[in-house]
Each structure stands twice: as C-alpha cells, then as structure tokens.
C-alpha cells in the first residue's frame, strides 16, 4: 500500500504546453503514471506527447476522469490554477510551482480545508510511490520500491536520503516533498498520520530544515500517536539568524526555528536525529 499515489492516479497536469510543465509530464508518464490529460486555456485540442490538452481542469476530469492534478503554473496565475483544482474535485494536488505569495496562499488554504481534498506544495518537488507513480518533478532512478516512508521540506536531500537507502539495499514505500514556503497544504504531521495508517511503511525518515515550528509539533505528534517508527534529520545547523536559506520558510527569526532547537525537541520524545544524510541512512539501517 502507497499513500496518496499509485497505479489508480489518473494525473491532469495544469500549464502543460510550458517548456517545465511538457517535459515532465511526459517525464511522469514514461515513468508508468497514468497522465491522462493537459490543461492550457486556450489550446484546447492539441496533445503534448499523446496527452489531450483542455481549456479547463473541470474539462480534464469530466473527460478522462483525472483524479490528482500538478500544478506548473507560473506564480502570478498559480493562485487561480490551485481554485480551479479544488473546484474541479480531484482527489490530490501537488502544486510545484515557487514564488507564489504568503497571503495568497492563506486564502487558497482556507478555501481547501472546506473539504477533504489533499494539496501537496507550492514549492514542492511532489510526491512518488517508487514502481507505481510518481506525480512532480522528482529524479525517479534514485528510488527503489521497499518500506520505508519519507517526508521532507527539502528537495535535493530528499533525493540524497533516498539514494543513500537504496544503496544499503533500503527501498521506499512513498516520499512526500512536503514543500519549503511559509504556508503550504500538507503539513509533516498529515503526512505522518498517512504513513501511520499505512501497513505497508514500516519505518519513517522525517527531513526538515530550519524555520518556523512544524518540526517541533511533528515531534510531539510522533510522540503521542505514532507506533511506527520515525527518524530525523534536521538542515541547517550552521545558518546565521535573521538570512533566509533557500527556501522562503527556511528563515531563524529570534530564537525560534533553529536546528538545534528542532533536533532537542525530537530527540526529548524519542526520535533519533542523523546530523547528515549518510548517519541518517546508517541510523536506519540499523532499524529494519
């Protein structure tokens, strides 16, 4: 069993014909992701690569019965495209685009909590059930199918982890790039709740990074509702106060958000946290 996709995934993918959005797409499909659809206002009718372009996401499912949209709409319309998602009733969203502004997203996020929808992102590399589906932009060859979740604010060590864990023989049964910006849909306990219920994840690799306090409330979560379970890595142990790095949210502000902070606050409930990705690959192979 996968959380939230596999080989039921019916994927429309918004802002198709764009070079980033065309190329993987197509990248999803040759991975063996059923992309059944396109979406571009206004180009209705053509098809990248086989894939049936419409004017609107609502046209996409009513048509080819697309269940999960990604989103490769450029900020200034990525708003928009993330209502038209919502609307549209597909089951999962995974928004990849970056740079969409804080207050915009508050309101799309209010907006999603109205129902039981699921919105991966923005700023997002998405979501892939190695051997099933992959729905974003993730490097798919590091990926092994196995039993190990993986969640993560960060991208690049997300890929890192993963290859490390397969290398040692360690294969993954879902990884969620949760996002890096302020606000995004799917927080690390949502997804912990997921990889809770999921029979199949044996183990769990939590991957955050500096700013805000989501790592800090995964913790208590794991501690007082988690069987399965998680190890930790935290990025940014050397970042200066007060300089955001890399990512929008990935900013110490005071004396709240830091590495060290985060790492206390899970080792105090019991999670064991690596101090580079290689001792976190360590850390869970002496686990499985």
Do not use: W
Not at 50 to 59: K, L, Y
Request: aromatic fraction near 4%.
């Amino acid at each position: 069993m996968s959380i939230l996709v596999d080989e039921s995934t019916r994927l429309v993918v918004q802002g198709i014909t764009g070079r980033e959005g065309a190329f993987h797409a197509t990248r999803n499909k040759a991975y063996g992701t059923q992309v059944v659809a396109g979406v571009t206002p206004g180009k209705a009718g053509q098809d990248v690569e086989g894939i049936p372009v419409f004017n609107t996401v609502r046209d996409a499912v009513e048509q080819t019965d697309a269940n999960t949209a990604m989103v490769f709409v450029p900020p200034r319309f990525a708003t928009d495209a993330l209502y038209e998602a919502i609307d549209s009733g597909v089951e999962l969203i995974a928004c990849i685009t970056e740079g969409i502004p804080a207050h915009d997203m508050l309101r799309v996020y209010t907006h999603l909590k109205r129902g039981q929808q699921v919105l991966v992102g923005p700023n997002c590399p998405g979501v892939i059930s190695p051997g099933k589906a992959t729905v974003g932009i993730m490097p798919t060859e590091v990926f092994t199918p196995g039993r190990v979740g993986l969640v993560s604010r960060s991208g690049t060590l997300t890929y890192q982890i993963s290859k490390e864990l397969a290398d040692m023989g360690i294969g993954q049964s879902t990884v969620v790039g949760i996002g890096g910006d302020p606000i995004v849909g799917s927080s690390f306990i949502d997804v912990l709740e997921r990889f809770e219920a999921d029979p199949e994840t044996d183990l769990v690799v939590m991957v955050g990074e500096i700013g805000g306090a989501e790592e800090e409330k995964a913790a208590d979560f794991i501690a007082a509702n988690m069987s399965t379970p998680v190890v930790a890595y935290i990025a940014g142990f050397e970042a200066p106060p007060g300089k955001q790095m890399g990512h929008a949210g990935a900013i110490i502000t005071g004396s709240s958000g830091t590495a060290q902070g985060k790492k206390e606050a899970l080792e105090a409930r019991g999670v064991k946290v690596g101090t580079n990705p290689t001792e976190v690959a360590e850390i869970v192979r002496g686990m499985v």
